[in-house]
């Protein structure tokens, strides 16, 4: 339901017996599920717009088993989707239903923490979250900050390449892997990166980091940890116009500064978390920054207070700064619950990723306010202002006919939108089948024909997460994406339909 | 000036040859890698900023464009490269410092040259122009060929733009001494990394460690009351960390094979032979005439890898990749490059 | 999540209860992370999204079987997910109606029924408790160790002071608690009576319905609450100005009567008023801090101040959505608490889950008393009875009601 049926791209016809024989011999019962009331539950992510029972779902408990998994379903030509903790946003662990789904659930010890290194060598199922929380007794922490941090997975948020509202200062995940163990298809180990800075060869884990588990399986983390900034405080300010707030961004960043994080929320998304979190935001204002200054507290002081100058000459029409740490978490609870919150006011939603250039934020609003009243759909809009990375939420109830429908298509009209601004159509939540088809708008038949190269070469016989991350020109035909796109057109020698 | 289209065409009609082109921008790394190959193929021609708004905080390039314009541009807004590239030469390109991959001594605390890559336009092997990546602060669509492209010595592909992550200049700079031997260096050095101090670089060299601090000037003055040592004045400094990022510091100005290791910041010292060590122990630079096995295993042994940098036998001097991993490599280059155009054995004697 | 209920269930009280609960969850699975058996086992079925999607099939005209049933009896009900749930999903409530549903399609081997009724009489009912425990002492030797472990030495009991003010309040004497810690109840008369309350309690009140309503006995359970509403409501009436609960698996149960009876037409209102007077210990004490902290500080003062882990019980954190009162009493009275990670895990306990689920209760009783006593306190504070006795059963370290801590302070 809801989008367009997802084609099958390859297509595979597994005998589920001979599968679940081979797979029981190398798993032990309890990392085995295939009758469909253990696997239904599986069937969706964090998307649950998309649905799809896979044939059985495996749960390894170490590296060995993966391997193992990995050489039957190869053999067997059996597909494989990986899954994290499943709180992807855009299907990327919707199941394949002539495939595996592969849990890396159990697999979640943190196995060494080196602090004077500053490294922690973690399992793949081991909890954003838990890595920074681990880590604070020494005073280090895990960087990225994904909303769903508390209980998304680091392997996951290597398949997506996750960010969080303070990567505009410490990176996205790929700045902050040194190295992974890496199962292939047809079930290699490699060590991709390495504990030094720099590793031989071409960067093959920049290319791993955010592949959506189309190249193969991370069965073991090393990240860098980063010093626990001695102090951070978080400035909220109000505007009165969209307009404003988007310009207090670029005057900021124009300033020199670079703020640990730079969020903003509109009128709608404001109104809708603070029912849950009261964090005190201000109800009437058109949009809110949240601007937060780390390091020590002599540099907060003298960032926060430049920081205040620039809103106030940005036109805020209120600033207030958190007074103490529990008040930072909550102006900020209120942004990282946001997505889920608005299931409080609506029964769904469907959540947006483009990444736009800063300049044209106003620009972009309001073609989304006008898409909004043309659908006749209400969306709140929260952003990552500071790197340019808009969420807006299409609200709608997935129980009255058509609704879904009229969501996808008003979220693929943002997307196109976000491509003519000149930005991407996901800047952290990845394709997946979600925006699949609008990668026909935004890359070129070479381009793509070039990313079937790779995964091919890492995976020859299309196997893992088929249908995910990059369409087929045959798909893009179908989809009817003949745009224009710079100057030519699109697909020349397709046949249309 | 030459454009993409007339490139295109050339790398076509050379595939169709079956001639190697051997890309090449200012040739400041000429000295580098296992062989040089081909017919040369220059990059200058293509030159000059597409797209800087300071406030986007990203500079779009063409791959030909000198490095020393670039930041000069970006000095103009008060931005910079924070990656810090080395200049090896008047002539270095930014398409160069991209495809190199070298990061000098602002790396161990900003990242390095492949993670403020945001986008790339490039001509395949089969002469087709394609662009990966954007102009946005964050892209996860499609896989991140982008970043893939630093550090590949063009051995995939034919860079013609970049877009890359541009920093604002630190608010205050400065450089502190301590007289200490190595160990005590690394040691002190990485339990100052795991504390909240503006550390932007560090290099131990010869009984004395310097270190770099960068950021607000409350912040760097803190830290220099914090952690004491000598403050080296501003001239001496930026001439310092400058000949050690150019590599023209008098420790690489001999003649004997220059080796670069890239291991675990904490790795005891290798005493291998005569040594500088950046990056906080990450980088060890070692000038000595040794055989490439005791290197690579000793690099191996600390995490990481060596790599014969200069003078020697260069093809020996690289540290050879896991089976698996390198049967990767051929089959990514195929991807790319088909008939082989491209920057063949440049980067390791089998691919 | 879309969901379409099928014909058996839809338009009843509890389809419709059920189906408002289901639309509000947006499969976020934020709930994972803090779900103690998700953190053990690792598997979707044993988290609270995997949970509702099981009980969401069955809702959905799908027939359960024992490994539904099974990942339902795993939950504990310690309701850390609704705490985490950003969407307001009562998993509680959902999971309640779906146990029963499930029991109803599954049933239980004989055996394992008559267990399931045992253990919901026994321990509902002092009268058969006392005795029991008597037998189990004098054949612990015999008992499975889990069970064995659980008996708790003899514990006195202690004066309670005779009624003597105007203002009172009504203490629920509970099915096992006056057993097994009579000091509890005793214990907090005599600091309410320090303040000017006096503590009563009620003839024919007894146990709150929690065993029997959990074990989905859900009908005795209820006849429990009404016996206990019949008992409380005239003193209520007559001036008692509220019901003190001192055990919060209670707590968390009496102020949910107006729920569980909300469909019950001659019960519903009376039900209400009940859970209405309701409160926990904290928040009566909480709001009598004008009168007691000044006790509290003449005692301190001068004294050094000694160390205490606290363990806040699932029924209070979660299920009541109390934080941070009964802690601030304990500073206010001389302690500092130690840190523990993970505060917001169960200990294992769950009312009877420790029996019926031994292996998966005993994995996170280790990771509690791990987490409470790794600064080495001095003793360990608590605020539910089962807590109490469970993680006394890990450790050697001793583990008391707050109010007992408390009440030592202030006698002392």
């Known amino acids: 339901m809801g989008k367009p049926e997802v084609l099958p791209d390859p297509q595979f016809q597994v005998d589920r017996h001979e599968l679940v024989r081979r797979l029981a011999a190398v798993l032990p019962a309890t990392s085995l599920l295939y009758s469909t009331e253990d696997t239904k539950p599986y069937e969706c992510d964090g998307l649950s717009a998309f649905r799809k029972v896979p044939l059985a779902v495996v749960l390894p408990e170490n590296e060995?088993?993966?391997?193992?998994?990995?050489?039957?379903?190869?053999?067997?030509?059996?597909?494989?989707?990986?899954?994290?903790?499943?709180?992807?946003?855009?299907?990327?662990?919707?199941?394949?239903?002539?495939?595996?789904?592969?849990?890396?659930?159990?697999?979640?010890?943190?196995?060494?923490?080196?602090?004077?290194?500053?490294?922690?060598?973690v399992q793949p199922g081991v909890r954003n979250l838990a890595i920074s929380e681990a880590t604070a007794p020494h005073g280090l922490y895990y960087a990225p900050d994904p909303s769903s941090q508390i209980a998304c997975s680091i392997g996951g948020n290597i398949a997506e390449n996750s960010g969080g509202v303070h990567c505009l200062k410490y990176g996205l995940t790929v700045h902050n892997v040194l190295k992974v163990r890496f199962v292939t298809i047809e079930g290699e180990v490699m060590e991709l990166g390495s504990e030094g800075l720099d590793s031989a060869g071409l960067d093959l884990l920049a290319l791993v980091i955010g592949s959506e588990g189309l190249l193969g399986v991370v069965t073991e983390v090393t990240v860098k940890l980063l010093p626990k900034p001695q102090l951070a405080r978080v400035v909220l300010a109000a505007f009165d116009s969209l307009e404003k707030a988007g310009q207090a961004v670029a005057n900021i960043i124009g300033a020199g500064i670079i703020p640990a994080g730079l969020e903003m929320m509109d009128k709608l998304a404001t109104q809708a978390v603070e029912q849950f979190v009261h964090a005190g935001y201000p109800l009437d204002a058109e949009a809110i920054?949240?601007?937060?200054?780390?390091?020590?507290?002599?540099?907060?002081?003298?960032?926060?207070?430049?920081?205040e100058a620039v809103m106030r000459a940005s036109g805020a029409t209120q600033i207030r700064l958190s007074k103490d740490e529990a008040e930072r978490l909550r102006f900020w609870s209120g942004r990282k619950a946001a997505f889920p919150a608005v299931g409080r006011i609506m029964p769904d939603y469907?959540?947006?990723?483009?990444?736009?250039?800063?300049?044209?934020?106003?620009?972009?609003?309001?073609?989304?306010?006008?898409?909004?009243?043309?659908?006749?759909?209400?969306?709140?809009?929260?952003?990552h202002a500071g790197d340019g990375n808009l969420h807006?939420?299409?609200?709608?109830?997935?129980?009255?006919?058509?609704?879904?429908?009229?969501?996808?298509?008003?979220?693929?009209?943002?997307?196109?939108?976000?491509?003519?601004?000149?930005?991407?159509?996901?800047?952290?939540?990845g394709v997946g089948v979600e925006k699949i088809n609008e990668m026909c708008v935004q890359f070129r038949p070479d381009e793509l024909e070039t990313f079937r190269a790779v995964k091919t070469a890492f995976d020859a016989h299309g196997l893992l997460n088929p249908g995910k991350a990059v369409p087929t020109l045959n798909r893009c035909a179908e989809f009817g994406m003949m745009h224009v796109h710079r100057g030519e057109e699109r697909f020349p020698d397709l046949p249309r339909f | 000036m030459a454009d993409v289209e007339h490139w295109a065409e050339a790398v076509r009609a050379a595939?169709?040859?079956?001639?190697?082109?051997?890309?090449?921008?200012?040739?400041?790394?000429?000295?580098?890698?296992?062989?040089?190959?081909?017919?040369?193929?220059?990059?200058?021609?293509?030159?000059?900023?597409?797209?800087?708004?300071?406030?986007?905080?990203?500079?779009?390039?063409?791959?030909?464009?000198?490095?020393?314009?670039?930041?000069?541009?970006?000095?103009?807004?008060?931005?910079?490269?924070?990656?810090?590239?080395?200049?090896?030469?008047?002539?270095?390109?930014?398409g160069g410092a991209v495809v190199s991959g070298f990061s000098g001594p602002r790396r161990v605390a900003a990242g390095s040259a492949r993670d403020f890559v945001l986008g790339v336009r490039v001509i395949d092997g089969q002469g087709r122009d394609l662009s990966f990546g954007g102009r946005v602060m964050k892209n996860v669509a499609g896989y991140d060929l982008s970043r893939l492209m630093a550090g590949s010595f063009g051995t995939l592909s034919l860079l013609t733009e970049v877009s890359l992550k541009v920093l604002p200049r630190p608010e205050a700079e400065s450089t502190l001494a301590f007289p200490m031997l190595e160990s005590e260096a690394l040691d002190r050095i990485n339990r100052w990394a795991a504390q909240p101090?503006?550390?932007?670089?560090?290099?131990?060299?010869?009984?004395?460690?310097?270190?770099?601090?960068?950021?607000?000037?409350?912040?760097?003055?803190?830290?220099?009351?914090?952690?004491?040592?000598?403050?080296?004045?501003?001239?001496?400094?930026?001439?310092?960390?400058?000949?050690?990022?150019?590599?023209?510091?008098?420790?690489?100005?001999?003649?004997?094979?220059?080796?670069?290791?890239?291991?675990?910041?904490?790795?005891?010292?290798?005493?291998?032979?005569?040594?500088?060590?950046?990056?906080?122990?990450?980088?060890?630079?070692?000038?000595?005439?040794?055989?490439?096995?005791?290197?690579h295993a000793a690099a191996a042994a600390a995490g990481g890898h060596a790599t014969l940098y200069r003078g020697g036998a260069k093809a020996a001097g690289i540290q050879r990749l896991a089976p698996p991993v390198l049967a990767l490599h051929k089959r990514l280059k195929q991807a790319f490059d088909p008939a082989g155009v491209f920057g063949v054995h440049r980067i390791h004697p089998e691919f | 999540m879309e969901t379409h209920l099928a014909d058996f269930i839809k338009g009843t009280a509890e389809g419709d209860e059920a189906e408002s609960i289901l639309r509000r969850c947006v499969h976020c699975g934020f709930c994972t992370a803090t779900c103690p058996t998700y953190q053990l086992l690792g598997d979707e079925l044993d988290g609270p999204r995997g949970r509702i999607y099981l009980i969401k099939q069955v809702l959905e005209g799908t027939k359960a079987t024992e490994k539904t049933q099974l990942h339902l009896d795993r939950c504990l009900t310690c309701r850390s997910c609704e705490t985490t749930c950003p969407s307001g999903v009562q998993y509680g409530r959902l999971v309640d109606i779906g146990r029963k549903i499930v029991e109803e399609q599954v049933g239980r081997p004989f055996a394992k029924s008559v267990e399931r009724k045992a253990m919901a009489t026994v321990f509902s009912s002092p009268s058969l408790f006392r005795p029991a425990l008597s037998a189990g002492r004098a054949m612990s030797g015999l008992l499975p160790e889990a069970l064995r472990k659980k008996i708790p030495a003899v514990s006195a009991g202690s004066a309670w002071p005779a009624?003597?003010?105007?203002?009172?309040?009504?203490?629920?004497?509970?099915?096992?608690?006056?057993?097994?810690?009579?000091?509890?109840?005793?214990?907090?008369?005599?600091?309410?009576?320090?303040?000017?309350?006096?503590?009563?309690?009620a003839e024919n009140a007894g146990c709150c319905g929690a065993v029997a309503f959990h074990l989905n006995y859900q009908e005795d359970g209820r006849a429990h609450m009404r016996r206990n509403i019949e008992a409380w409501e005239k003193m209520l009436i007559d001036g008692a100005e509220a019901v003190v609960m001192t055990a919060s698996g209670c707590g968390s149960t009496v102020k949910e009567y107006a729920h569980h009876l909300a469909h019950d037409q001659a019960w519903a209102v009376r039900a209400q008023r009940v859970s209405d007077a309701t409160l926990d210990l904290s928040e009566i004490l909480a709001g009598e801090t004008a009168a007691l902290v000044p006790l509290l500080e003449a005692k301190v003062q001068g004294k050094p101040r000694r160390r205490l882990a606290y363990h806040s019980p699932c029924s209070l954190q979660?299920?009541?959505?109390?934080?941070?009162?009964?802690?601030?009493?304990?500073?206010?009275?001389?302690?500092?608490?130690?840190?523990?990670?993970?505060?917001?895990?169960?200990?294992?306990?769950?009312?009877?889950?420790?029996?019926?689920?031994?292996?998966?209760?005993?994995?996170?009783?280790?990771?509690?008393?791990?987490?409470?006593?790794?600064s080495s306190p001095e003793g360990i504070a608590t605020a539910n009875i089962g807590c109490l006795t469970h993680i006394q059963s890990g450790t050697a370290v001793r583990v008391r009601h707050w109010v007992e801590w408390l009440d030592d302070e202030l006698g002392a």
Not at chain 1, 289 to 307: F, K, N, Q, W, Y
Not at chain 2, 38 to 57: A, I, K, N, Q, R
Request: proline share 5%; glycine share 10%.
């Open chain 3, 318 to 374: 979660h299920g009541q959505q109390i934080r941070g009162k009964a802690e601030a009493l304990l500073v206010a009275a001389g302690f500092d608490l130690t840190p523990v990670p993970d505060g917001h895990l169960c200990c294992g306990s769950a009312g009877t889950y420790s029996l019926l689920q031994p292996e998966l209760s005993q994995q996170l009783l280790a990771n509690k008393v791990k987490a409470l006593t790794g």
């Open chain 1, 289 to 307: 920054l949240l601007c937060e200054s780390d390091g020590t507290p002599e540099e907060v002081a003298a960032e926060i207070e430049r920081m």
């Open chain 3, 163 to 201: 009624p003597r003010h105007k203002r009172r309040m009504i203490v629920l004497d509970g099915c096992v608690q006056p057993t097994l810690a009579p000091n509890i109840n005793a214990a907090t008369a005599r600091v309410l009576d320090r303040i000017g309350i006096s503590l009563v309690r």
């Open chain 2, 197 to 295: 101090l503006p550390l932007s670089a560090s290099c131990h060299f010869d009984g004395k460690l310097w270190v770099r601090l960068s950021g607000a000037t409350a912040a760097v003055e803190t830290a220099e009351v914090r952690m004491g040592g000598e403050v080296i004045g501003k001239e001496e400094a930026d001439a310092f960390w400058t000949s050690v990022r150019d590599l023209r510091h008098e420790f690489f100005t001999g003649s004997t094979p220059l080796w670069r290791l890239s291991v675990r910041s904490t790795a005891a010292p290798l005493s291998l032979g005569p040594q500088m060590a950046e990056w906080h122990g990450a980088l060890r630079w070692i000038a000595a005439d040794l055989p490439a096995d005791k290197v």
């Open chain 1, 350 to 383: 469907y959540c947006m990723d483009g990444t736009i250039p800063k300049r044209k934020l106003a620009e972009v609003l309001e073609g989304i306010d006008r898409l909004s009243k043309e659908f006749g759909l209400r969306c709140p809009n929260v952003f």
């Open chain 1, 64 to 121: 060995a088993q993966v391997q193992a998994v990995m050489r039957v379903c190869h053999e067997l030509k059996v597909p494989v989707v990986a899954r994290g903790a499943g709180t992807g946003l855009s299907g990327g662990a919707l199941p394949h239903e002539q495939g595996v789904t592969l849990g890396l659930s159990k697999m979640k010890s943190i196995l060494d923490i080196d602090p004077v290194a500053r490294t922690a060598k």
């Open chain 1, 392 to 429: 807006p939420l299409i609200m709608f109830d997935a129980n009255v006919p058509g609704q879904s429908d009229l969501a996808a298509k008003f979220g693929s009209r943002i997307l196109t939108l976000c491509i003519e601004a000149g930005g991407t159509i996901t800047g952290e939540h």
């Open chain 2, 15 to 94: 595939a169709a040859a079956k001639r190697t082109l051997r890309i090449r921008g200012g040739g400041t790394k000429d000295f580098y890698g296992v062989a040089l190959e081909g017919d040369v193929f220059e990059t200058t021609g293509y030159s000059g900023v597409v797209d800087h708004d300071p406030s986007e905080l990203v500079l779009t390039v063409r791959a030909g464009t000198r490095l020393s314009e670039v930041e000069k541009t970006l000095a103009d807004a008060n931005q910079m490269l924070a990656f810090e590239p080395p200049r090896l030469g008047d002539n270095a390109t930014i």
